[in-house]
């Protein structure tokens, strides 16, 4: 069968912690104030308690809470599908299955953490929630999940994304959030941007500051990140969970799983729960992060202690990084417009256990299109990431003659995205690789930690 579903019942009940099953410790984050690791009550003023111990927590298995699961079950388990026309039109040897998370209402994975997110802030008697959003896909989560607690949101949107994706904005609003493009001049970190450069694009690293700025400034006020954190990971794991069920459905195991990658949340949510596999020994399967070549954070970033945002506000962790101050050029694949990575998955990186590859954004647009002639799904620029390089590899086994299976994460759908679309179609989109001058440039920042 080419659609594999799972009964409700069997939406996964635990979310899988990765850090009980990683072969040495993670280097600390480090607060960007004291500059020693980062307390519980310096966590407390933008973050509540529940969140806090998952950052931190060495169970390996956490409990979802049955309100989470009520909203989850809404559009979860979501489905495994094989991409047989795609099979079909490429010729090749592999079998290709994709998960497919476009299924939630807001059109992406990140519900599965806004919605966790919204929740604990809810219980711990939060009342407005701040975030960034790059593409809009966070942005939208979060609306939808505040709303459905009966919070305030405010989503600080990266300004190029702003304009690219008018309806993702619409989207939010539609839920009841203020879209504020970034950098604004509400905030001081906004201020200081639009003073060194007016005609600022913005990036996720300046919007990250403002949203931290003003829950770091209210009581009533707490911040929300839909990646790079290992909570946020923690709670997409229900995706590679789902999965495993369903391979175990059709009797087949994936030798590769692509995902794409900017802070890290789709690849963890798909991965991890293969990898907790992999580090047992039971099975093998190889989890490659796809970013874009504009912003190669892995394949060319440098494995540093770095901030999480341009205003250093954030905890300064151990990261691959192009620089804090890195501003990326103006994609339409806004959600991978990100300085840094997970320290999850740049530890995991770093030590071998996954791999890491960059496509340009021609090659982005070409697999995207044609995956909706064939699967008959608009992906989002993101989710085609992931999309270029299942083909790629697929083209190979055809080459080589191996019968492999891949797995992507279909991420997102695109149906909010098609002026990117009519952008490719028209001519009007180039390759752009961040050259390495630039890069070693604007890693000449980086803080100076010890761990002394």
Not at 279 to 306: H, N, Q, R
Not at 318 to 339: S, V, W
């Amino acid at each position: 069968m080419s659609k594999i579903y799972l009964k409700p019942e069997e939406m996964p009940k635990k979310w899988y912690n990765i850090l009980a099953d990683l072969p040495t410790p993670m280097d600390p984050p480090i607060s960007p104030f004291t500059g020693k690791p980062v307390t519980f009550d310096e966590m407390k003023a933008i973050f509540p308690p529940h969140l806090i111990e998952q950052e931190m927590s060495d169970k390996k298995w956490i409990d979802i809470p049955d309100e989470v699961l009520e909203v989850l079950s809404i559009w979860r388990p979501s489905p495994l599908i094989r991409a047989k026309r795609l099979e079909e039109v490429l010729g090749t040897t592999a079998k290709i299955y994709y998960k497919y998370e476009g299924v939630s209402p807001a059109g992406s994975h990140k519900p599965n953490t806004a919605v966790a997110q919204a929740y604990y802030n809810k219980i711990n008697g939060i009342k407005r929630l701040t975030t960034e959003t790059g593409a809009g896909q966070w942005g939208s989560a979060l609306s939808l999940a505040c709303k459905m607690f009966d919070i305030a949101c405010r989503v600080y949107m990266v300004k190029v994304s702003y304009h690219q994706k008018p309806y993702r904005k619409s989207f939010m609003r539609l839920f009841g959030a203020e879209v504020i493009p970034s950098p604004s001049d509400i905030t001081n970190a906004g201020r200081e941007v639009l003073k060194r450069n007016p005609n600022s694009n913005g990036s996720l690293g300046i919007a990250i500051s403002e949203a931290v700025e003003e829950a770091a400034q209210r009581s009533d006020t707490n911040y929300a990140l839909g990646s790079v954190l290992n909570h946020v990971l923690l709670h997409q794991t229900v995706i590679g969970l789902e999965a495993i069920k369903q391979f175990e459905l059709v009797g087949d195991y994936p030798d590769k799983i692509y995902a794409s990658c900017g802070g890290g949340s789709n690849f963890g949510g798909i991965a991890f729960p293969f990898l907790e596999k992999m580090l047992k020994g039971d099975k093998k399967t190889e989890a490659i992060a796809v970013e874009p070549a504009s912003c190669p954070t892995l394949t060319k970033g440098v494995f540093e202690y770095d901030y999480g945002d341009e205003a250093k506000l954030t905890p300064i962790m151990k990261m691959y990084t192009l620089g804090h101050d890195f501003e990326p050029p103006a994609i339409h694949a806004g959600g991978l417009r990100y300085h840094g990575d997970s320290p999850i998955v740049s530890y995991l990186y770093n030590k071998g256990l996954i791999g890491a590859e960059a496509v340009h954004q021609s090659e982005v647009f070409e697999a995207g299109i044609l995956f909706a002639q064939t699967e008959a799904i608009v992906p989002a620029p993101e989710s085609s990431h992931a999309i270029a390089a299942a083909i790629k590899e697929a083209k190979r086994c055809k080459e080589t003659g191996e019968s492999k299976t891949i797995l992507f994460c279909l991420s997102g759908h695109g149906f909010f995205d098609m002026g990117s679309y009519d952008a490719y179609l028209d001519g009007k989109l180039s390759d752009f690789e961040y050259p390495e001058e630039a890069i070693k440039e604007s890693l000449k920042n980086l803080p100076n930690v010890s761990l002394k």
